[in-house]
T-cell receptor, first 111, second 113 residues
Framework: EAQVTQNPRYLITVTGKKLTVTCSQNMNHEYMSWYRQDPGLGLRQIYYSMNVEVTDKGDVPEGYKVSRKEKRNFPLILESPSPNQTSLYFC??????????FGEGSRLTVL | GNSVTQMEGPVTLSEEAFLTINCTYTATGYPSLFWYVQYPGEGLQLLLKATKADDKGSNKGFEATYRKETTSFHLEKGSVQVSDSAVYFCALSGSQGNEKLTFGTGTRLTIIP
């Protein structure tokens, strides 16, 4: 089954404690992206990757890092989380820019 | 830059009512337009798309027509069901081939029996 898998789905952490949200896709897609969803703001892109070893900033990259060492994986790293990073995060992949396949989301709370 | 404006929700309708969710956009060139749907507790799913002016995208009884003259891509359905309750997002991708997807803020739709 074609899917994008994110982990963890739910996480509560404290300010400053590094965390990684993993994302894996099994569709051999070159393009992958991370979004955050906040009430009243819709989805905003954090980072995206056009291919292995190629990553670029989206609209709200501050406080986040990504890596793309292999095609299937695109982890999102929060080196020092802060409360304003409390959000619902989505990983997505696609063959073409517009037709995204989304993961089920990771709800992160930073205390 | 590119932007998408959707009608604000929430929208509440009775079953079998006619649905319209308005979406207008600002973009240079000839973007592609999309509607995504997010059911409770799930990620977004592509509902329909249109890649050029006057194209009509359709899926699951939903339709939207790419209107370049009014820069609009309104979502319509003739008879909604309770199972259509979800958040709907309008989105566009730029015409350069390497631009990100820009989303609207989403419209929450609730259908009551």
């Amino acid at each position: 089954e074609a899917q994008v898998t994110q982990n963890p789905r739910y996480l509560i952490t404290v300010t400053g404690k590094k965390l990684t949200v993993t994302c894996s896709q099994n569709m051999n897609h070159e393009y992958m992206s991370w979004y955050r969803q906040d009430p009243g703001l819709g989805l905003r892109q954090i980072y995206y990757s056009m291919n292995v070893e190629v990553t670029d900033k989206g609209d709200v990259p501050e406080g986040y890092k990504v890596s793309r060492k292999e095609k299937r994986n695109f982890p999102l790293i929060l080196e020092s989380p802060s409360p304003n990073q409390t959000s619902l995060y989505f990983c997505a992949s696609s063959l073409t820019i517009g037709e995204l396949f989304f993961g089920e989301g990771s709800r992160l709370t930073v205390l | 830059g590119n932007s998408v404006t959707q009608m604000e929700g929430p929208v509440t309708l009775s079953e079998e009512a006619f649905l319209t969710i308005n979406c207008t956009y600002t973009a240079t060139g000839y973007p592609s337009l999309f509607w995504y749907v997010q059911y409770p507790g799930e990620g977004l799913q592509l509902l329909l798309k249109a890649t050029k002016a006057d194209d009509k995208g359709s899926n699951k009884g939903f339709e939207a027509t790419y209107r370049k003259e009014t820069t609009s891509f309104h979502l319509e359905k003739g008879s909604v069901q309770v199972s259509d309750s979800a958040v709907y997002f309008c989105a566009l991708s730029g015409s350069q081939g390497n631009e990100k997807l820009t989303f609207g803020t989403g419209t929450r739709l609730t259908i009551i029996p």
